[in-house]
């Protein structure tokens, strides 16, 4: 079992998500940073889909009271278990009676830990993600806190796994983040279209797992009209009425009544969910088809990063 000391600023259970009722007004949640979840999961031998802890900024302390392997991901954080300084992405033992302690974060907003066996939570929906606004999945649907106690399923036998040499540099790829037009595209002149590529975004203090307020060059419709409420994709770019584009993410509303000018693509998504409140942006525009290209060969320089 582990014990929640400190829980830090947001620390939840999440798994990759809970897909295929978003008709019933359900978001996907799950990890922010779907590709750091799954090295988390894949480092200490659990399937990629094993719930682990999602920490937000400030990262928690807790207590082991058997030993345990662990693997911490993401953003760039101290984590010491007792004066050892624990390296990231890389499995370690922590003995019984351990006590792991994640600081603030230094670069990105998430990391994820992710103990041998995975956190046994009940599925909901074929889902341990929490869902913090319906109160549901993951730890009693909600943030953890002081005191909560976590328990472990017990996976005798797994085998944890390490990383090549340099195959994460591939992971901190700076530049753009790649978007394809979005569905209301053509509500909006070629020149708007231009002045939002062009443009230089920072991220608000308006920025959660439901979506990032940007603040910079206002991109505004041709011409103001009502437009029906319709589904959102998840990294779906929309323009409120103030013109200050909003990218709706993991935890975003299911349906919405403001244009969608553009669309995160999904090779990209695990970059959004490290951005941090101040982070400057910029967007670049692709193809679907070349979007469909750069998550496959994403997928291929997963599959090649382990040591054999």
Known sequence: MIRVAKPGLATTVQDLGRFGFAHLGLSPCGAADQISFRLANLLVGNSENSPALEMTLQGATLEFERPAVIAVTGAVCNCKIGSYRMPMFTA???????????????????????????????LIMDSASTDTRGKF?????????????????????????????GALDALRRAGPIRVT?????????????AKFLESEYRVTEQADRAGLRLAGEPVVPRERRQLLT???????????????????FVDQQTTGGYPKIANVIAADTHRVGQLR??????????????AVDV?????????GIWRS
């Open 137 to 165: 999945g993951g730890f009693d649907g909600r943030l953890l806190r002081a005191g909560d106690v976590l328990r472990i399923n017990g996976r005798p036998g797994m085998r944890s796994r390490a990383i090549l040499p």
């Open 295 to 303: 998550l496959r060969a994403q997928e291929q320089w997963f599959k």
């Open 92 to 122: 370690v033992e922590v003995p019984a009676g351990g006590v792991l302690q994640c600081s603030n974060s230094t670069g990105g907003a998430r990391f994820y830990l992710a103990v041998q066996g995975g956190i046994d939570v009940p």
């Open 277 to 290: 409140p101040r982070d400057e942006i910029h967007f670049a525009e692709v193809s679907i088809a070349e």
């Open 230 to 248: 319709d589904g959102i994709p998840l990294g779906a770019v929309q323009v409120p009425q103030d013109g200050q584009p909003i990218i709706l």
């Open 181 to 193: 037009r979005g569905s209301h595209s053509d509500w909006f002149t070629d020149e708007t279209l």
